[in-house]
Protein backbone atom coordinates (compact mmCIF):
# COMPACT_ATOMS: atom_id res chain seq x y z
CA UNK A 1 0.00 0.00 0.00
CA UNK A 2 1.48 3.31 -1.00
CA UNK A 3 1.51 6.25 1.52
CA UNK A 4 0.40 9.74 0.97
CA UNK A 5 2.99 12.31 0.24
CA UNK A 6 3.75 14.87 3.14
CA UNK A 7 3.71 14.32 6.77
CA UNK A 8 -0.36 15.26 7.27
CA UNK A 9 -1.11 12.86 4.83
CA UNK A 10 1.04 10.25 6.45
CA UNK A 11 -0.15 10.77 10.01
CA UNK A 12 -4.00 9.93 8.18
CA UNK A 13 -2.65 6.62 6.96
CA UNK A 14 -1.54 5.44 9.99
CA UNK A 15 -4.09 3.62 12.74
CA UNK A 16 -6.34 5.66 14.78
CA UNK A 17 -4.93 4.96 18.12
CA UNK A 18 -8.57 4.37 19.81
CA UNK A 19 -11.08 2.98 17.64
CA UNK A 20 -13.97 1.50 19.15
CA UNK A 21 -14.55 -0.51 16.05
CA UNK A 22 -11.07 -2.58 15.93
CA UNK A 23 -11.67 -5.58 17.57
CA UNK A 24 -10.03 -8.44 15.84
CA UNK A 25 -6.18 -8.17 16.60
CA UNK A 26 -6.36 -8.52 20.47
CA UNK A 27 -4.56 -4.69 20.58
CA UNK A 28 -4.40 -2.82 23.71
CA UNK A 29 -7.37 -0.30 23.26
CA UNK A 30 -5.61 2.80 24.68
CA UNK A 31 -2.52 4.39 23.40
CA UNK A 32 0.86 4.06 25.39
CA UNK A 33 1.04 4.86 28.54
CA UNK A 34 2.04 9.25 28.73
CA UNK A 35 5.17 8.81 30.61
CA UNK A 36 5.85 5.85 27.52
CA UNK A 37 5.29 8.53 24.83
CA UNK A 38 7.35 11.14 26.42
CA UNK A 39 10.41 8.53 26.62
CA UNK A 40 9.48 7.66 22.89
CA UNK A 41 9.69 10.98 21.92
CA UNK A 42 13.14 12.01 23.90
CA UNK A 43 14.91 8.71 22.33
CA UNK A 44 14.03 10.22 18.65
CA UNK A 45 17.16 12.59 19.14
CA UNK A 46 19.28 9.40 18.71
CA UNK A 47 17.89 8.31 15.74
CA UNK A 48 20.71 8.58 13.56
CA UNK A 49 22.50 6.01 15.49
CA UNK A 50 22.84 2.36 15.65
CA UNK A 51 20.86 0.33 18.10
CA UNK A 52 23.44 -2.04 20.68
CA UNK A 53 24.86 -4.79 17.74
CA UNK A 54 22.75 -7.62 19.73
CA UNK A 55 20.58 -6.40 22.66
CA UNK A 56 22.67 -7.00 25.58
CA UNK A 57 21.01 -3.87 27.68
CA UNK A 58 17.36 -5.13 26.73
CA UNK A 59 18.48 -8.82 27.83
CA UNK A 60 19.82 -7.85 30.88
CA UNK A 61 16.40 -5.25 31.74
CA UNK A 62 13.91 -8.02 30.77
CA UNK A 63 16.06 -10.55 33.12
CA UNK A 64 15.88 -8.34 36.05
CA UNK A 65 12.24 -7.66 35.77
CA UNK A 66 11.32 -11.45 35.99
CA UNK A 67 13.95 -12.47 38.20
CA UNK A 68 16.10 -15.05 35.94
CA UNK A 69 19.74 -14.81 34.41
CA UNK A 70 20.90 -12.36 31.65
CA UNK A 71 21.77 -15.83 29.78
CA UNK A 72 18.25 -17.52 30.11
CA UNK A 73 16.44 -14.61 27.87
CA UNK A 74 16.63 -13.56 24.45
CA UNK A 75 14.70 -11.21 22.79
CA UNK A 76 12.60 -11.18 19.41
CA UNK A 77 11.04 -8.75 16.83
CA UNK A 78 7.84 -9.18 19.07
CA UNK A 79 6.66 -13.00 20.41
CA UNK A 80 6.75 -13.67 16.76
CA UNK A 81 10.23 -12.91 16.57
CA UNK A 82 11.14 -15.30 19.66
CA UNK A 83 9.36 -17.93 18.36
CA UNK A 84 10.90 -18.22 14.72
CA UNK A 85 14.23 -18.21 16.30
CA UNK A 86 13.36 -21.22 18.46
CA UNK A 87 12.09 -22.96 15.38
CA UNK A 88 15.28 -21.69 13.39
CA UNK A 89 17.43 -23.03 16.01
CA UNK A 90 15.74 -26.26 16.86
CA UNK A 91 14.09 -27.75 14.19
CA UNK A 92 14.87 -28.81 10.32
CA UNK A 93 12.59 -28.94 7.62
CA UNK A 94 9.89 -32.18 8.13
CA UNK A 95 9.75 -31.67 11.40
CA UNK A 96 7.10 -32.13 13.08
CA UNK A 97 4.80 -29.24 15.23
CA UNK A 98 2.15 -29.77 17.81
CA UNK A 99 -0.78 -27.32 17.88
CA UNK A 100 -4.60 -26.72 19.21
CA UNK A 101 -7.30 -25.99 16.22
CA UNK A 102 -7.65 -22.92 16.63
CA UNK A 103 -4.71 -22.07 17.80
CA UNK A 104 -2.98 -18.09 17.23
CA UNK A 105 -3.17 -17.53 13.52
CA UNK A 106 0.42 -17.03 13.67
CA UNK A 107 1.46 -20.88 14.52
CA UNK A 108 0.69 -22.33 11.34
CA UNK A 109 2.26 -19.60 8.77
CA UNK A 110 5.51 -20.18 11.41
CA UNK A 111 5.29 -24.21 10.91
CA UNK A 112 5.33 -23.60 7.13
CA UNK A 113 8.00 -20.90 7.14
CA UNK A 114 10.12 -23.80 8.96
CA UNK A 115 8.76 -26.08 6.26
CA UNK A 116 7.40 -27.97 9.57
CA UNK A 117 4.37 -30.68 9.51
CA UNK A 118 1.99 -29.35 11.81
CA UNK A 119 -0.27 -31.51 13.64
CA UNK A 120 -3.65 -29.98 15.24
CA UNK A 121 -5.03 -31.29 17.78
CA UNK A 122 -9.00 -29.88 18.83
CA UNK A 123 -9.75 -28.11 22.07
CA UNK A 124 -12.23 -29.76 24.25
CA UNK A 125 -16.28 -28.04 24.55
CA UNK A 126 -15.04 -25.78 26.47
CA UNK A 127 -12.25 -24.52 24.79
CA UNK A 128 -9.55 -25.79 26.62
CA UNK A 129 -6.34 -28.14 25.55
CA UNK A 130 -6.95 -31.83 25.71
CA UNK A 131 -3.59 -32.22 27.24
CA UNK A 132 -3.59 -36.10 27.03
CA UNK A 133 -4.35 -35.51 23.55
CA UNK A 134 -1.41 -33.15 22.94
CA UNK A 135 0.73 -35.12 24.99
CA UNK A 136 0.41 -38.10 22.59
CA UNK A 137 0.94 -36.38 19.43
CA UNK A 138 4.00 -34.90 20.88
CA UNK A 139 5.75 -38.24 20.99
CA UNK A 140 6.72 -37.85 18.09
CA UNK A 141 7.13 -34.50 17.67
CA UNK A 142 10.30 -31.94 17.57
CA UNK A 143 7.69 -28.50 19.13
CA UNK A 144 4.63 -28.46 20.93
CA UNK A 145 2.86 -25.01 21.79
CA UNK A 146 1.23 -24.68 24.83
CA UNK A 147 -0.84 -21.21 25.16
CA UNK A 148 -1.71 -19.72 28.68
CA UNK A 149 -4.54 -18.03 28.51
CA UNK A 150 -4.89 -19.70 24.89
CA UNK A 151 -6.10 -17.74 22.27
CA UNK A 152 -8.70 -17.48 20.74
CA UNK A 153 -10.90 -18.75 23.86
CA UNK A 154 -8.74 -17.35 26.94
CA UNK A 155 -9.05 -20.22 28.93
CA UNK A 156 -6.30 -21.60 31.43
CA UNK A 157 -5.27 -25.17 32.53
CA UNK A 158 -4.08 -25.29 36.17
CA UNK A 159 0.18 -25.08 37.09
CA UNK A 160 -0.66 -28.98 38.18
CA UNK A 161 -2.29 -30.15 34.76
CA UNK A 162 0.41 -28.22 32.86
CA UNK A 163 3.07 -30.04 35.20
CA UNK A 164 1.77 -33.23 34.33
CA UNK A 165 1.92 -32.77 30.60
CA UNK A 166 5.20 -31.29 30.87
CA UNK A 167 6.03 -34.55 32.70
CA UNK A 168 4.88 -37.00 29.86
CA UNK A 169 6.36 -34.86 27.25
CA UNK A 170 10.48 -35.81 25.83
CA UNK A 171 12.99 -34.00 26.55
CA UNK A 172 13.95 -34.01 22.76
CA UNK A 173 10.57 -31.62 22.36
CA UNK A 174 10.61 -28.07 22.67
CA UNK A 175 7.62 -26.95 24.68
CA UNK A 176 6.59 -23.46 23.53
CA UNK A 177 5.00 -21.93 26.71
CA UNK A 178 2.86 -18.68 24.92
CA UNK A 179 2.19 -15.96 27.89
CA UNK A 180 1.44 -13.56 25.39
CA UNK A 181 -1.57 -12.98 27.80
CA UNK A 182 -0.01 -13.39 31.46
CA UNK A 183 -0.53 -10.02 32.76
CA UNK A 184 -3.90 -10.09 32.46
CA UNK A 185 -3.90 -12.90 34.95
CA UNK A 186 -4.32 -12.83 38.86
CA UNK A 187 -1.31 -13.73 41.22
CA UNK A 188 -2.79 -16.97 41.82
CA UNK A 189 -3.44 -17.87 38.27
CA UNK A 190 0.10 -17.41 37.32
CA UNK A 191 2.73 -20.16 37.16
CA UNK A 192 6.24 -20.04 38.52
CA UNK A 193 7.54 -19.84 35.13
CA UNK A 194 11.17 -18.87 36.42
CA UNK A 195 11.52 -21.91 38.33
CA UNK A 196 9.48 -24.05 36.08
CA UNK A 197 12.34 -23.80 32.57
CA UNK A 198 14.84 -24.71 35.48
CA UNK A 199 12.88 -28.44 35.90
CA UNK A 200 11.97 -28.88 32.52
CA UNK A 201 15.19 -27.88 30.21
CA UNK A 202 12.44 -27.57 27.10
CA UNK A 203 10.81 -24.84 27.44
CA UNK A 204 10.40 -21.84 26.63
CA UNK A 205 8.45 -19.26 27.84
CA UNK A 206 7.26 -16.57 25.47
CA UNK A 207 6.20 -13.15 25.88
CA UNK A 208 5.40 -9.57 24.80
CA UNK A 209 4.98 -6.12 25.13
CA UNK A 210 2.21 -5.46 22.30
CA UNK A 211 -0.36 -7.14 24.41
CA UNK A 212 -1.18 -5.49 28.23
CA UNK A 213 1.69 -2.71 27.62
CA UNK A 214 0.09 -1.54 24.35
CA UNK A 215 3.35 -1.35 22.28
CA UNK A 216 1.91 -3.80 19.39
CA UNK A 217 3.38 -1.35 16.87
CA UNK A 218 6.88 -1.40 18.52
CA UNK A 219 7.53 -5.31 18.34
CA UNK A 220 9.06 -6.28 21.60
CA UNK A 221 9.16 -10.09 22.51
CA UNK A 222 10.88 -12.28 24.30
CA UNK A 223 11.51 -15.61 25.76
CA UNK A 224 13.21 -17.41 28.74
CA UNK A 225 14.27 -20.97 29.66
CA UNK A 226 16.90 -22.88 30.68
CA UNK A 227 20.68 -21.12 29.95
CA UNK A 228 22.16 -23.86 27.54
CA UNK A 229 19.11 -23.84 25.49
CA UNK A 230 18.66 -19.84 25.92
CA UNK A 231 22.62 -19.73 24.29
CA UNK A 232 21.76 -22.16 21.47
CA UNK A 233 18.53 -19.60 20.70
CA UNK A 234 21.01 -16.53 21.75
CA UNK A 235 22.61 -17.61 18.06
CA UNK A 236 20.03 -16.39 16.21
CA UNK A 237 19.82 -13.11 17.36
CA UNK A 238 19.28 -10.84 14.15
CA UNK A 239 22.59 -8.12 14.49
CA UNK A 240 20.86 -4.42 15.26
CA UNK A 241 17.58 -6.28 15.20
CA UNK A 242 15.91 -4.40 18.05
CA UNK A 243 15.36 -0.70 17.52
CA UNK A 244 16.74 2.19 20.14
CA UNK A 245 12.67 2.69 20.91
CA UNK A 246 12.54 -0.90 22.18
CA UNK A 247 14.95 -0.47 24.81
CA UNK A 248 13.87 3.14 25.69
CA UNK A 249 10.07 1.61 25.74
CA UNK A 250 10.33 -1.27 27.57
CA UNK A 251 12.38 0.20 30.74
CA UNK A 252 9.72 3.30 30.51
CA UNK A 253 6.77 0.67 30.88
CA UNK A 254 8.71 -1.01 33.74
CA UNK A 255 8.84 2.30 35.11
CA UNK A 256 4.67 3.00 34.89
CA UNK A 257 4.19 -0.31 36.09
CA UNK A 258 1.43 1.44 38.42
CA UNK A 259 -0.49 2.82 35.76
CA UNK A 260 -0.18 -0.49 33.53
CA UNK A 261 -2.10 -2.21 36.60
CA UNK A 262 -4.62 0.15 36.51
CA UNK A 263 -5.21 -0.28 32.93
CA UNK A 264 -5.11 -3.89 33.76
CA UNK A 265 -7.87 -3.83 36.13
CA UNK A 266 -9.82 -1.37 33.48
CA UNK A 267 -9.64 -4.25 30.77
CA UNK A 268 -10.94 -7.02 33.17
CA UNK A 269 -13.21 -5.06 34.50
CA UNK A 270 -15.06 -4.33 30.61
CA UNK A 271 -14.58 -8.09 29.85
CA UNK A 272 -16.50 -9.16 32.71
CA UNK A 273 -19.17 -6.29 31.66
CA UNK A 274 -19.04 -7.94 28.27
CA UNK A 275 -19.50 -11.22 29.26
CA UNK A 276 -22.21 -10.87 31.88
CA UNK A 277 -24.03 -8.58 29.21
CA UNK A 278 -23.55 -11.37 26.82
CA UNK A 279 -24.80 -14.00 29.06
CA UNK A 280 -28.20 -12.31 30.00
CA UNK A 281 -28.34 -12.69 26.49
CA UNK A 282 -27.88 -16.27 25.95
CA UNK A 283 -24.96 -15.87 24.68
CA UNK A 284 -22.01 -18.38 26.26
CA UNK A 285 -18.97 -17.50 25.81
CA UNK A 286 -15.54 -19.21 27.01
CA UNK A 287 -13.83 -18.46 30.60
CA UNK A 288 -11.87 -16.07 29.00
CA UNK A 289 -8.60 -14.78 31.18
CA UNK A 290 -7.20 -12.21 28.48
CA UNK A 291 -8.31 -9.18 27.38
CA UNK A 292 -10.80 -10.80 24.74
CA UNK A 293 -13.51 -13.03 24.74
CA UNK A 294 -14.77 -16.10 22.30
CA UNK A 295 -17.85 -17.11 21.23
CA UNK A 296 -17.14 -20.98 19.96
CA UNK A 297 -19.18 -21.44 16.32
CA UNK A 298 -21.59 -24.68 18.52
CA UNK A 299 -22.91 -22.53 21.35
CA UNK A 300 -26.16 -22.44 22.24
CA UNK A 301 -27.46 -23.88 18.80
CA UNK A 302 -25.70 -21.00 16.78
CA UNK A 303 -22.92 -21.05 13.85
CA UNK A 304 -22.19 -18.25 12.21
CA UNK A 305 -21.51 -15.15 14.96
CA UNK A 306 -18.92 -13.80 12.20
CA UNK A 307 -22.45 -12.62 9.73
CA UNK A 308 -23.89 -11.09 12.69
CA UNK A 309 -20.98 -8.36 12.77
CA UNK A 310 -21.23 -8.11 8.62
CA UNK A 311 -21.68 -4.42 8.21
CA UNK A 312 -22.04 -3.20 11.63
CA UNK A 313 -18.57 -1.80 11.51
CA UNK A 314 -17.28 -4.30 14.57
CA UNK A 315 -14.17 -5.92 13.01
CA UNK A 316 -13.87 -9.34 15.16
CA UNK A 317 -11.46 -12.33 14.34
CA UNK A 318 -13.80 -15.03 13.02
CA UNK A 319 -12.87 -18.79 13.03
CA UNK A 320 -13.66 -21.33 10.43
CA UNK A 321 -16.62 -23.35 12.60
CA UNK A 322 -18.58 -20.25 12.59
CA UNK A 323 -16.93 -18.96 16.44
CA UNK A 324 -15.54 -15.48 16.51
CA UNK A 325 -12.71 -13.83 19.38
CA UNK A 326 -13.87 -10.47 19.91
CA UNK A 327 -11.39 -8.28 21.73
CA UNK A 328 -12.18 -5.83 24.93
CA UNK A 329 -12.21 -2.39 23.72
CA UNK A 330 -13.71 0.78 25.42
CA UNK A 331 -17.19 0.92 26.85
CA UNK A 332 -18.24 2.42 23.31
CA UNK A 333 -16.21 -1.17 21.74
CA UNK A 334 -18.95 -2.99 24.32
CA UNK A 335 -22.02 -1.23 23.37
CA UNK A 336 -21.15 -1.83 19.28
CA UNK A 337 -20.74 -6.02 20.11
CA UNK A 338 -24.01 -5.82 21.97
CA UNK A 339 -25.95 -3.85 19.55
CA UNK A 340 -24.82 -6.00 16.96
CA UNK A 341 -25.65 -9.53 18.51
CA UNK A 342 -29.06 -7.67 19.58
CA UNK A 343 -29.95 -7.13 16.07
CA UNK A 344 -29.34 -10.26 15.27
CA UNK A 345 -31.37 -12.18 17.95
CA UNK A 346 -34.51 -10.10 17.08
Not at 127 to 138: T, V
Not at 256 to 280: F, H, K, P
Not at 323 to 341: C, D, F, K, M, N
Request: aromatic fraction near 6%; hydrophobic fraction near 45%; proline fraction near 7%.
Amino acid sequence: MSLPDGPAGLRDALPAAIDPLALSLNENPFPPLPSVRAALVDCLGAANRYPEFLPERMRALIAARIGVRDDQVVIGTGATGVILQVLHALTAPGDTMVMTAPTFDGYPIFAQMARLRSVTVPLDVHGRHDLDAMAAAAATARVVVLCRPHNPTGTIESAQDIERFLGRVGPDTAVLLDEAYEEFLSPSERIDTRELVLRFPNVVVIRTFSKAYGLAGLRIGYGFCAPDLARRLWTMQLPFGIGLTGLVAAAACYRAEDELRQRIRTISVERRRLRTRLSAMGVYSTDARANFVYLPGGANGRRGWPAVFEGTGVRVRAYADGGVRITVGTEQSTRAVLSAVAAAMV
